[in-house]
């Protein structure tokens, strides 16, 4: 075989700037054609992969484009001048970013279906007959009622973690920290408290995808909080506690006193968190109640 003109991915990775794992990727999912193969772990590239390549990145760069995208914009796009591919990615990413809100709103109205009726319960339709779409539609951005159920999971996931971010970003002290946390998983929990519900509720049965979600879900929840407990026991804030089951312990009390003011409305929050505060400085160790609080003796 005639090599000039040829390269292997070495080769190839060097001048397009891309690893060679992403290669293999978009080889494997068509984004590239595959390459001349003279034996089994022998294959060569030309400049027609290079090209190609970096019309990837480029359309990469211009915005968040899913991989279906990516492959049809590459297909329509060969041979067109560079302004006419830039027009192109510039209406990808504008069409992209409308199919994500589109995807959100379904996930939003699903929150709210989900919290009322249940998993189990929730059809299809009943999702697209509150936002007016078709099944057809909601098939475009989910694969089915599963798909959507992890996508909301994510959603308010995501959605502790952005707001108790945001409410700590200027908070240096960790105690303070802790509590505002503390403040915005029970606000959070407050509304959402049934998605996670039904999540662990889905842990009885044989699928496993359930109990990897709960996983990685409280995985999220807790990594903040463990950092915290770990940056105070190196300033001799806390004493030398286990932070993974320190973050786990302070996320489960939340999740009890939330469900204690639903039960009730004896108590609110203000009252729970000065409780939390105190059970966890002092526990039940006599004499160790603030003053106002102890007991008078007879």
């Known amino acids: 075989m005639d090599r000039k ?37 022998m294959a060569y590239y030309d400049e027609s992969h290079l090209k190609k390549l970096q019309s990837i990145q480029k359309i990469k760069v211009e915005g968040r484009v899913p991989l ?42 699903a929150i709210r279906i989900f919290s009322e009726k249940g998993y189990q319960k929730v059809k299809i339709r009943d999702i697209t007959a509150s ?17 959507l159920f992890v996508d909301v999971v994510d959603t308010v996931i995501r959605t502790i973690l952005g707001d108790a971010t945001e409410a700590i970003k200027q908070e240096e002290d960790i105690i303070t920290r802790m509590i505002i ?28 995808w359930p109990h990897e979600k709960i996983k990685k879900a409280y995985h999220a929840l807790t990594q903040p909080v463990i950092r915290d407990i770990q940056k105070g026991i190196e300033a001799g804030i806390f004493r030398e506690v286990d932070p993974d089951l320190t973050a786990y312990t302070l996320t489960g009390i939340i999740e009890i006193m939330c469900l204690r003011t639903m039960i009730s409305e004896k108590y609110n929050y203000e009252q729970i968190e000065r409780f939390i505060l105190d059970f966890i400085t002092n526990g039940l160790t006599p004499g160790k109640l603030p003053p106002d609080e102890n007991p008078k003796k007879s």
């Open 131 to 147: 936002l007016g779409i078709s099944t057809g539609t909601f098939y475009i951005y989910f694969k089915d009622k599963r798909a």
């Open 181 to 208: 946390r503390g403040r915005v998983f029970y606000d959070n929990y407050s509304k959402y408290n049934e998605i996670l519900n039904q999540l662990r509720a889905e842990m009885v049965g044989e699928d496993q």
């Open 68 to 109: 279906w995208f990516l492959k049809e914009s590459l297909e329509k796009k060969d041979g067109q001048s560079r302004a006419s591919l830039a027009s192109s990615v510039r209406e990808i990413a504008a069409t992209t970013k409308a199919k994500d809100r589109k995807r959100q709103e379904i996930a939003n109205a």
């Open 5 to 41: 003109g040829y390269m292997r991915i070495n080769e190839l990775e060097k001048r397009a700037g891309v690893p060679k794992t992403t290669i293999h990727f978009y080889v494997r999912h068509g984004l590239l054609h595959p390459p001349l193969k003279t034996a089994r772990t």
